[in-house]
Every structure is written in structure tokens, then in C-alpha cells.
């Protein structure tokens, strides 16, 4: 069983920077794509960026490109997203999800896809 655990979140400044961890357990993350995605309060989740198994495919929303990155530590079996420049409309739960694809896949997209999930971690942006 896979279990993703993510961390990093906090309170930041309009401007800060953080760095979202999600780390897996269970199995080997080569194999998967990761996806980070975000709810804020009484809205959709919507992704945020996402990276292929290989890690060398990425994608970005439009309203995070430029700011955030996301890259990945094999040896550790950890995908980081790395949020630079945060706006207050970023305040929202950053969960991350595994989709069990293979080692030379693409990236992911579609929630529905993904196999796992994590718990999620808040992150506050005050203006």
C-alpha cells in the first residue's frame, strides 16, 4: 500500500517562498507519475503542476507558471514543489497523488487517475 505524506506548509507572506515535500512509502516512486493539486475553501480543486515518472516531463498551471517547480528525488522517494513569489489567492490545501504508470511515462493530469493521495498540507498566503 502506498501512502504519500506530504509537509512544508505554513503561513507566508505575500512575495515568501515555500517548499512542499511529498513523500511516499510502500513502494517504489519510480514508477509513478506525482501530481500536486490545491483546494481553497468553497472552490474546485484544481492541479497545479504535475511530472512524468522519468521526471523529465513537467506541466504547470497557467496561474502558477514561472513561480512554482516541481522535481523529484528518486533516492529519497520524494517529490517537491517548490513555490516562489506566493500570491494570497495560493491559500488553499496542497495535496499530492501518485499514479502507478510505470517507469517511462508521461505526466497526469486527470485526478481521476491518480491511484493515491495524500492528506494534503495548508498554505496560508497573507497580504
Known amino acids: 500500500q502506498v501512502q504519500l505524506v506530504e509537509s512544508g506548509g505554513g503561513l507566508v507572506q505575500t512575495g515568501g517562498s515555500l517548499r512542499l515535500s511529498c513523500a511516499a512509502s510502500?513502494?517504489?516512486?519510480?514508477?509513478?507519475?506525482i501530481g500536486w493539486f490545491r483546494q481553497a475553501p468553497g472552490k474546485e480543486r484544481e492541479g497545479v503542476s504535475c511530472?512524468?515518472?522519468?521526471?523529465?516531463?513537467?506541466k504547470y498551471a497557467d496561474s502558477v507558471k514561472g513561480r512554482f517547480s516541481i522535481s523529484r528525488d528518486y533516492a529519497k522517494s520524494t517529490v517537491y514543489l517548490q513555490m516562489n513569489n506566493l500570491k494570497p489567492e495560493d491559500t488553499a490545501v496542497y495535496s499530492c497523488a501518485a499514479a502507478l504508470l510505470g517507469r517511462n511515462s508521461g505526466y497526469v493530469t486527470n485526478p481521476d487517475e491518480y491511484d493515491y493521495w495524500g492528506q494534503g498540507t495548508q498554505v496560508t498566503v497573507s497580504s
Open positions: 511530472i512524468s515518472s522519468s521526471g523529465s516531463s513537467t
Open positions: 510502500g513502494a517504489n516512486l519510480d514508477y509513478f507519475a
